[in-house]
């Protein structure tokens, strides 16, 4: 190769340094009261059987004493703060894309997410989570299928 050395550092690192340069994180949000860091999104992902909807919200030391969910017939409404040294809340209202029967759903918070059941009232395939993702156009049927 044909390339001329560089004359201002006598070593590079040609993969960076690690270190960001002005820009926040993907992801991140806002600082709220007591310095807590709010998020605008944390990694989400379901899967549904033909009565129920599993859906899991990516989000570590999650206070289980202080966490709220609320069930609402198309909604989910998730206050989830850490109790990490440096701590961060997700909060948010989650749109069903179908809707759940209120009474039946619970939830679960583990060590590295907190899982939720959500009981379908209709018993509908759903091809997403939420209301205001786009599909992916696959069509699953689960259930309800025509006579053989």
């Excluded at 289980?64 to 998730?78: G, H, M, P």
């Excluded at 894309?97 to 009232?121: M, P, Q, R």
């Amino acid at each position: 190769m044909k390339l001329e050395g560089c004359k201002t550092s006598p070593r590079h690192l040609f993969v960076g340094s690690g270190q960001e340069k002005g820009s926040k994180k993907q992801g991140a949000g806002n600082t709220g009261q007591d310095g807590e860091e709010l998020l605008e999104t944390v990694r989400h992902d379901f899967y549904q059987t033909p009565a129920t909807v599993i859906a899991s919200f990516f989000l570590k030391k999650i206070d289980s004493a202080k966490a709220t969910v609320r069930f609402n017939t198309n909604t989910l409404d998730l206050d989830l703060p850490t109790s990490e040294p440096a701590p961060k809340r997700y909060k948010t209202t989650v749109p069903l894309f179908g809707e759940i029967d209120t009474g039946k759903s619970t939830f679960k918070i583990l060590g590295t997410k907190l899982e939720v059941s959500l009981y379908k009232a209709d018993g509908t395939s759903w091809p997403v989570l939420r209301s205001d993702q786009q599909r992916t156009g696959e069509i699953l049927q689960i259930g309800r299928a025509g006579r053989v």
